[in-house]
Nanobody, 119 residues
Framework: QVQLVESGGGLVQAGGSIRLSCVASGDSFSSRDMGWFRQAPGKEREFVAGISSSGWNTYYGDSIKGRFTISRDNTKNTVYLQMNSLKPEDTDVYYC????????????WGQGTQVTVSL
């Protein structure tokens, strides 16, 4: 069982930066791949970024490549999403998720944190 709690969301101006954090409690954080997703009301959930359990491999959605960076600290059971050059279209609720290593089966989800980008 894994519990995920996101933080760091808020209001930021276009072109600005923000860093999201997701702290995991429960078992085996270091054996789980982690991901960030986003979703706005009425829209489908969108994959943002993923990171392997070791942190060696990272993956990004096309819409955010080159602007966002995912990282993790297994000593702190935390995964981060550094978001730079933010655009109004990045406004969404951002969710952290966990999957068994190598599966992309994200079965554990946080409650989400709102990011709003203003002009």
């Amino acid at each position: 069982q894994v519990q995920l709690v996101e933080s760091g969301g808020g209001l930021v101006q276009a072109g600005g930066s923000i860093r999201l954090s997701c702290v995991a409690s429960g078992d085996s954080f270091s054996s789980r791949d982690m991901g960030w997703f986003r979703q706005a009301p009425g829209k489908e959930r969108e994959f943002v970024a993923g990171i392997s359990s070791s942190g060696w491999n990272t993956y990004y959605g096309d819409s955010i490549k080159g602007r966002f960076t995912i990282s993790r600290d297994n000593t702190k059971n935390t995964v981060y999403l550094q978001m730079n050059s933010l655009k109004p279209e990045d406004t969404d609720v951002y969710y952290c998720a966990a999957a068994p290593r190598g599966t992309a089966r994200y079965g554990y989800w946080g409650q989400g944190t709102q990011v709003t980008v203003s002009l």
